[in-house]
Nanobody, 124 residues
Framework: QVQLVESGGGLVQAGGSLRLSCAAS????????MGWFRQGPGKEREFVAA????????YYADSVKGRFTISRDNAKNTVYLQMNSLKPEDTAVYYC?????????????????WGQGTQVTVSS
């Protein structure tokens, strides 16, 4: 079993920054893709960003492109989401997810493991 634990959420003013972390542990961790999703109040869970763990290729939702950056630390089995120029509409619970077999990047059902989520609130 693989465990994913997010941290780094909080309250920030519009225009501010936060960095989320997702630490993976458990059985020998081999993930094809690590992703970040979010779910705002009254909204569906949506794709934010993803990275192919091995080669480091990244993908972003249009709504965060240019503001958010996904990165990884192989030695720590940790993936990060650096969020800059935050907007009130970025307010959501952010989830880290891991995909252990090939599947779509933006579809939540393609991911096998999920963290518990961390709240990000952006005030105007």
């Amino acid at each position: 079993q693989v465990q994913l634990v997010e941290s780094g959420g909080g309250l920030v003013q519009a225009g501010g920054s936060l960095r989320l972390s997702c630490a993976a542990s458990g059985r020998t961790f081999r993930s094809i893709v690590m992703g970040w999703f979010r779910q705002g109040p009254g909204k569906e869970r949506e794709f934010v960003a993803a990275m192919y763990w091995g080669v480091g290729t990244t993908y972003y939702a249009d709504s965060v492109k240019g503001r958010f950056t996904i990165s990884r630390d192989n030695a720590k089995n940790t993936v990060y989401l650096q969020m800059n120029s935050l907007k009130p509409e970025d307010t959501a619970v952010y989830y880290c997810a891991a995909q252990s077999r090939p599947g779509g990047l933006v579809t939540s059902s393609s991911y096998d493991y999920w963290g518990q989520g961390t709240q990000v609130t952006v005030s105007s």
